[in-house]
């Protein structure tokens, strides 16, 4: 419901999610946003499990300037092995994916329902950048 809310009144070119529980570094957009300049449709990055002290849960992923492009095919691939993971935060999409493609109402795992459906809509590719600046808290 959230989610819906804040594309409703969202008016930039561009979308990305940051769960409430979770943090960022203050390069998040401006790296996501590099993948977008490479010319992607979509942006990934990297994120790092950490305790709600930020504190890294398990193996520290190594965090580098690379870029990789993706098809539609490798990006379905990555992350259907949750590498990056099936939710939205983490990415940058175009606004207007979100014309079309809706989250559902009263579901849980929402972003999986239409995770699948806004890669379909990339046009050219999908960047995955090798930051950690993303701290998913467990």
Not at 34 to 50: T, Y
Request: charged share 30%; proline share 3%; no cysteine.
């Amino acid at each position: 419901m959230y989610k819906r809310q804040g594309l409703e009144n969202a008016n930039g070119e561009y979308i990305t999610f940051v769960d409430g529980d979770d943090y960022v570094t203050n390069t998040y957009i401006y790296d996501l946003y590099q993948g977008i300049q490479v010319g992607s449709d979509i942006s990934m990055i990297k994120r790092q499990l950490v305790d709600e002290d930020g504190i890294i849960i398990g193996k520290k992923i190594p965090s580098s300037l690379k870029i990789d492009i993706l098809t539609e095919k490798e990006t379905m691939e990555t992350i259907l092995y949750q590498n990056p993971d099936t939710e939205v935060w983490g990415k940058m999409f175009p606004k207007e994916y979100f014309a079309e493609v809706k989250f559902p109402i009263g579901k849980y795992y929402e972003d999986m329902a239409i995770m699948y459906r806004l890669i379909e809509k990339s046009k050219r590719s999908v960047s995955y950048t090798h930051l950690d600046v993303y701290k998913r808290q467990q």
